[in-house]
């Protein structure tokens, strides 16, 4: 098991080379630089400032040099917000964005597995099939949509809750969490709905019946975790989908994390700190992947990883 | 009364092609302690009496007529009483051994809770109850199989565990439902072995359903023969053996391989393919592959008891004999 989890990490090194090189070298493809502000500077300020972040070498060095700080895990001084370094932003805007990100997670998880299962116990009835055709509907509405419409029923129309801002307060968390969840609550009940129909007809299950165990424990015991386990793999891509979610509803919600600094950046041409938080989340997806398949081999006895 | 009486059972699925009819009125008893043998081409409906019997059927089967346990009706019984006779007074294994087991439980929490549930044991004496069940089943080292998952197991081993699972509660009544015919040859025989002898140790009636005449030879007292979800005769092993009273039976013994026929190359499967169980011949179901068929087989057939405890449902009063010379 410690093999596999070294040769696994060990993998993921090729894959986060070719991501920071990937993103260093698009986001300098992209037109405007950090210090073309709306009011243009003088030039020879300019020139300094350049000259002081290294922009004026060959873009080759900028990113040799650029890697090196990243192997001693600096991720250098944020362009547009002077007084921070990049380590410093995300520092401080992973709390906000985590705390929201695991709410959301947990949110789908649970309430999406929830109406899956209890979707396929009442297969082929009116609860199934409406169940079904909202997780349609949510599957395809995307969050920006999502959101402005919790936004304009619930805050707007009703005034039972803000609109946006930020606290650790149930008031602030409520409508971004749904907005996050929603389409992932959708997802979710579908792949629990459809595994589970298809554990049910499975050999054991009519054994754990032919045994005589009540069709409670038969559920329990027998059909969850097998009927969970494509949930658990969808973990990877789900902790994916929230990242680029949580992107859009920080910036709805203005929510202080991890994905406002990343929008800002961007429109700043705040070069580290978008590839600061590029690899952040790059390594945060890595991490993710390599946990859901660790715990999927412990949920799963036929896999043994070694 | 019989320990089980099954009457007039019918079992019919409704399918997007119209209503499959597995079963049609089949009836026959089961005596504490008997062995009745089940055979049939596959798709004569043995295993959907079974499934029938258990309450087990899909969703889209339904079942009539009656099956009485003891004198208590079966069929239509709430899944919350049947699940005190399932595994308990009745048990029933499958024909994939392996897909049977739980592949995500040790064997033992498989075996355990079964004695948990119908006989309130609890862990440690369910345990040691079920070691000694794997051990009289001949599984060596009961212990260590407790803590082994299904796909750390053979195939034969998986059904020795099946076996004994549905032994456990020492039930009136086991089914087995193909037991060895996803086994390899020489692993079927051990299987059969076992079988035969538990059945000797113990006042378990059994259920052995199969395709193969050759498996029910060693093994059973009485055979039921079915087609087409009927029961075409039904008698002692021995007479059915040497005098088949119906052309089916005759068929189906003829198709059994045996040492000194595969040689001579008499070995032959009945020609043609058992009737569409979506609309059912109005005559004798055997009628299109029966080389003895004469003009009274275009209506049905009832059963007729033609020695004490012989059934056969056939417009012929006796088979002609064979002519051509038998191997033995
Ligand atoms: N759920 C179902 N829906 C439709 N037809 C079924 C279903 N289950 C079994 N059957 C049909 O019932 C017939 C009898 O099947 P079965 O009892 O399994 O035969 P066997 O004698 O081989 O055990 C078969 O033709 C099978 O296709
Ligand atoms: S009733 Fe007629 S067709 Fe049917 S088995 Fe007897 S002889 Fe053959
Ligand atoms: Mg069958």
Not at chain 1, 23 to 47: S, T, V
Not at chain 1, 87 to 106: C, D, K, R
Not at chain 2, 4 to 23: C, K, Q
Not at chain 2, 294 to 303: K, N, R, T
Request: glycine share 8%; proline share 6%.
């Amino acid at each position: 098991m410690l093999n596999y989890s070294l040769k696994r990490l060990a993998s993921a090194i090729p894959t986060l080379l070719l991501l920071i090189t990937v993103a260093f070298f698009l986001i300098r493809i992209a037109p405007g630089g950090p210090f073309d502000a709306e009011k243009a500077l003088p030039e020879d300020i300019k020139a300094n400032l350049e000259a002081k972040y290294q922009l004026d070498q060959p873009l080759i060095i900028q990113y040799v040099r650029y890697l090196w700080q990243i192997v001693q895990l600096d991720l250098g001084p944020s362009f547009h917000y002077r007084d921070w370094t990049v380590n410093e932003l995300i520092a401080q805007g992973a709390p906000v964005s985590f705390t929201l990100g695991a709410l959301a997670l947990v949110l789908a998880f649970t309430l999406g597995t929830a109406l899956g299962a209890w979707a396929a116990l009442k297969q082929n009835s009116v609860a199934d099939y409406s169940t079904m055709s909202v997780a349609m509907i949510g599957i395809s509405i995307p969050n920006f949509v999502v959101a402005p419409l919790l936004v304009l029923v619930f805050a707007v129309t009703l005034g039972w809750l803000p609109a946006g801002g930020w606290s650790y307060s149930f008031s602030h968390l409520l409508l971004p969490t749904i907005a996050l969840a929603l389409p992932m609550v959708a997802y979710i009940a579908r792949i629990t709905r459809g595994s589970m129909i298809e554990v049910l007809h499975s050999g054991f299950i009519r054994t754990a019946r032919a045994k005589g165990l009540p069709e409670r424990e038969v559920i329990v015991q027998h059909a969850l975790k097998p009927a969970l386990l494509p949930v658990i793999s969808y973990m990877g891509p789900a902790a994916a989908g929230i990242l680029t979610g949580s992107v859009v509803i920080e910036r709805i919600f203005t929510i202080p994390g991890i994905g406002s600094h990343f929008v800002q950046g961007a429109l700043n041409r705040d070069y580290t700190l978008v590839m600061g938080v590029v690899i952040f989340y790059g390594v945060l997806i890595i991490v993710m992947n390599f946990l859901v398949d660790l715990l999927y081999a412990w949920l799963d006895p036929r896999i043994r990883y070694d | 009364m019989a320990l089980l009486e099954v009457r007039d059972l019918v079992v019919a699925f409704d399918t997007p092609e119209g209503e499959v009819h597995a079963v049609n009125g089949l009836s026959f008893d089961l005596e504490p302690g008997q062995t009745l043998g089940v055979v049939g081409e596959s798709g004569s409906g043995k295993t959907q009496t079974a499934m029938a019997m258990m309450g087990l059927l899909a969703e889209n089967g339904r079942a009539s007529g009656s099956v009485r346990f003891r004198g208590q009706e079966l069929l239509g019984m709430s899944t919350q009483e049947l699940s005190r006779i399932r595994g308990s007074s009745i048990s029933m294994i499958f024909q994939d051994p392996i897909s049977s087991l739980n592949p995500y439980m040790t064997i033992g929490d498989q075996l355990i809770e079964v004695l948990t549930h119908h006989r309130n044991l609890k862990r440690k004496a369910a345990r040691q109850r079920a070691e000694e069940m794997l051990h009289q089943v001949q599984i060596s080292d009961p212990a260590q199989r407790m803590r082994q998952f299904p796909h750390e197991l053979s195939g034969g081993m998986c059904q020795r565990v099946m076996i004994a699972m549905g032994l456990l509660c020492q039930p009136d009544i086991l089914i087995a439902d193909e037991p060895t015919t996803a086994l390899d040859v020489t692993v079927q025989s051990q299987i059969n072995l076992l079988m035969d002898e538990l059945s000797e140790q113990s006042s378990t009636a059994i259920m052995l359903i199969t395709h193969d005449l050759g498996v029910i030879a060693g093994l059973c007292n009485q055979v039921l023969v079915m087609y087409a979800g009927e029961l075409m005769e039904f008698a002692d092993i021995d007479p059915l053996f040497s005098s088949p009273a119906h052309p089916y039976t005759e068929g189906l013994l003829k198709s059994v391989p045996r040492l000194d026929q595969i040689d001579s190359g008499i070995l032959s499967a009945i020609p043609g393919n058992p009737p569409d169980l979506l609309s059912l011949p109005v005559g004798c179901p055997f009628r299109a592959r029966c080389s003895y068929a004469f003009d009274q087989c275009s209506a049905h057939p009832s059963l007729r008891e033609t020695e004490p405890d012989r059934w056969t449902r056939c417009h012929l009063d006796t088979l002609p004999k064979p002519t051509e010379n038998k191997a033995d």
